[in-house]
């Protein structure tokens, strides 16, 4: 009931509103006025009609803008290839450009990896070079020591003063060559000391060995046994030069020097303690 009292509310003010509006639209009814003439007005003279305004010409319609002429396909793809090309150029520069610094990085890393372990070998070498010549000074002096022990016996055994003079005469006719070797090479005790030269000089004309590559002049102090016709019988290395080059050089100038020579009376000394130096005279 009451959703019909609203609707009926509703319709009767919209239909109010229609008739207040349709009241308005209507035109005010005005009074009638009327004059009375005893006789017509005479009739004013026409007016003279104004000439026709000729009205001004409509203004010409804007030119439309011609739109761009759409490019041709052929033309289309040959700027998008060109834009391709272009940036293909663009990307290989790039990547040149990359790999160029990368080398450049790896190389700079190289030559500082190299200078590093030039270094180290350069301490490596000298310290090792410290320790040899320490060691070989250290073998010179047992090798002198040795030589001097072996000379003083050989005097002694021969009934000679230690300080005896090369030239002195032995009662023992085999040790007349003498004892070579150490820091006394040339020394000899008997009386023939030319029998030691000789031997030197044979060795020494078969020693193949370039000086320089040894700078240090390292001595290489070696035992032979030869019998009684010169013949080598044994080769000893008693004292290493340090220098294996100049050490395998003496040790093979010496087997090639067999037979040795003979003293000038025939004999021969069993036992030479023989030492050679890469500056020695050949």
């Not at 030119?63 to 289309?76: L, M, S």
């Not at 030869?226 to 080598?232: E, L, M, N, T, V």
Request: charged residues 35%; hydrophobic residues 35%.
């Amino acid at each position: 009931m009451a959703f019909l009292a609203a609707l009926g509310v509703h319709l009767a003010l919209v239909a109010l509103l229609f008739v207040s509006l349709d009241w308005k639209s209507k035109p005010e009814e005005l009074p009638v006025q009327a004059e009375l003439y005893s006789s017509l007005p005479a009739e004013a003279p026409a007016a003279p009609t104004p000439p026709a305004a000729v009205p001004p010409a409509p203004p010409a319609p804007p030119t439309p803008a011609r739109p761009d002429p759409t490019p041709e396909p052929e033309a289309e793809i040959a700027l998008a290839k060109k834009k391709a090309e272009e940036k293909k150029k663009a990307e290989e520069k790039r990547l040149a450009e990359e790999k160029k610094k990368a080398e450049e990085k790896k190389k700079a890393e190289e030559k500082k990896k190299a200078e590093e372990k030039k270094k180290a070998d350069e301490k490596k070498k000298a310290e090792e070079k410290r320790l040899a010549d320490k060691k070989d000074a250290a073998d010179q002096a047992k090798a002198k020591a040795q030589a001097d022990a072996l000379r003083r016996a050989e005097l002694a055994r021969l009934g000679l003063d230690p300080k005896a003079k090369p030239d002195a005469t032995g009662k023992d006719i085999k040790t007349q060559s003498g004892v070579v070797g150490g820091a006394e090479r040339g020394q000899r005790a008997g009386r023939l000391p030319g029998y030691a030269d000789a031997i030197r000089a044979r060795i020494l004309a078969r020693i193949r060995f370039e000086p320089s590559r040894a700078p240090e002049n390292p001595e290489a102090v070696y035992r032979v046994r030869q019998d009684a016709q010169g013949k080598i019988t044994q080769i000893t290395l008693q004292k290493s030069s340090g220098n294996p080059g100049w050490d395998d050089a003496v040790g093979r100038a010496i087997a090639a020097s067999s037979p040795l020579p003979l003293s000038k009376d025939g004999t021969v000394e069993p036992e030479l303690l023989l030492g050679f130096r890469p500056r020695d005279e050949r």
